[in-house]
């Protein structure tokens, strides 16, 4: 055999070594992915449902019909565009939920809320003008709105600490511990102790096959102006601002341009078919979108799509089982999970908090944006709900207006 046959040999060998152990990068990512994104947040969506009305059943369908949603949507993108885009739930929406509290109307006009607000993602898609309207909304007010809304649920482990020490401590520690070691799995290690310890209660044990086996709990949905005002338009806003722009943004990082239009389509239309089932919103991942665009996911950036098709699978497998994890969760030791969700939104809340106060003094852009953030964010803090519409909606229109009084041009004095 010539030396050339047997380097092209060699060349054509190590080009598929090179691929195979690519495809098992982004397999492995994409499993990585799912679990993150999954065990992360899981509380907080049920936080989320349970504060705007719904009982154990509808929010053990809601987890169920929101993971199944984002599992489907991030396969479809992936396999549609050939790219890393992977969907996720609407952490911060979730959030924002858990501070609203009932709505007027009850369970049913809040699910009226999410298929508001999926029209309303769908509607991006379709125009470029409300893409833009969107943006107008400063980002720091914006941040400012989602660390008011997660201070609250922060405070959750520093309560419960002193409530159930022997429960929350191991989770405390296991969540700083591997913050320190291994930044990536410290809390999904600590939600999967926080369910683990669930066991040593009562309630957990008496649950039976049936109450763990997954069903959908299909709500006729129904509107209301205050599910309008207080669910509808803080989902969307939020859910732009906070997952969709960054999420663009991060794959961006990575090369890759997001077709938005077909995006907002698919996440919209998701939503809206997850809402009668109890799912609030699915949008583009932020959080968890460099685990399936980054490097982990294989040296070649055009086969990295693999992984987000991987973590859409792994979404849908977790969606049957996460019946299970809601009703552990549910009957769960008080403030034991709350706690877990609680560590899982400090990074969240500080880099929400960082957004929205880190301005450069000579920036033209910056003045009376530092006083509109700060009272955007005392608002939000405070939880008033006058015409029973949540305080984040009166949060972010009393920054806007703070905002506009300071920019105002002076009158010149008679």
């Known amino acids: 055999m010539s030396d050339e046959t047997t380097t092209r040999t060699h060349d054509e060998d190590a080009s598929g070594t090179a691929t195979t152990r690519d495809t098992a990068h ?11 994104g999954f065990t992360s947040a899981f509380a907080v969506v049920l936080a989320g449902l349970r504060s705007v009305g719904a009982d154990p059943q509808q929010a053990a369908s809601g987890l169920l019909a929101v993971t199944v949603a984002m599992g489907l949507a991030t396969a479809l993108l992936a396999w549609r565009t050939r790219m890393p885009i992977t969907v996720a739930w609407s952490t911060p929406g ?62 959750q482990p520093v309560r419960a600490l002193v409530d159930a020490p022997l429960l929350v401590a191991p989770v405390v520690i296991t969540w700083l511990v591997l ?20 066991w040593t209660s009562a309630d ?17 949905p129904t509107l209301t102006w205050a599910a309008l005002v207080s669910v509808a338009l803080p989902l969307f806003v939020v859910t732009m601002a906070s997952q969709n722009i960054p999420g663009t943004a991060v794959l961006a990082g990575f090369g890759y341009t997001v077709p938005l239009r077909r995006s907002m389509l698919v996440t919209g239309a998701g939503t809206v078919l997850a809402a009668p089932f109890g ?3 699915i949008n583009l991942a932020a959080i968890s979108a460099a685990l399936a665009a980054g490097p982990e996911a294989g040296r070649d950036p055009r086969g990295r799509w693999r992984a987000a098709l991987t973590a859409g699978g792994g979404y849908v497998l977790l969606g049957i089982g996460s019946a299970a994890v809601a009703a552990i969760a549910l009957a769960a030791p008080d403030g034991l999970v709350a ?44 939880g008033i709900a006058p015409l029973r519409i949540s305080a984040a909606f009166w949060g972010l229109l009393a920054g806007i207006v703070t905002l506009l009084v300071l920019r105002a041009p002076r009158w010149s004095r008679i």
Request: include cysteine; glycine fraction near 12%.
């Open 179 to 198: 913050l320190r070691l291994a930044r990536r799995w410290a809390v999904p290690a600590a939600m999967g102790l926080a369910v683990a310890l669930a």
């Open 279 to 281: 799912g609030h919103a």
């Open 339 to 382: 706690a877990g969700a609680g560590l899982a939104l400090v990074g969240t809340m500080a880099a929400a908090l960082g957004a929205a106060f880190r301005l450069e003094a000579d920036d033209p852009g910056t003045p009376g944006m530092r006083e509109a953030a700060a009272v955007t964010l005392l608002v939000t803090v405070s």
């Open 26 to 36: 982004a397999v492995s990512a994409g499993v990585v992915t799912a679990l993150v």
């Open 204 to 220: 957990v044990r008496a649950l039976t096959v049936a109450d763990l086996a997954p069903q959908l709990v299909w709500t006729t």
């Open 94 to 155: 979730a959030a924002l939920l858990a501070g609203t509290g009932a709505v007027t109307g009850g369970w049913s006009a809040a699910i009226g809320g999410f298929v508001v607000c999926g029209l309303l993602l769908a509607a991006v898609g379709f125009s470029a003008r409300l893409e833009r309207w969107v943006r107008l909304i400063p980002v720091p007010l914006a941040n400012a709105m989602l660390a008011g809304v997660l201070l609250q649920l922060c405070l």
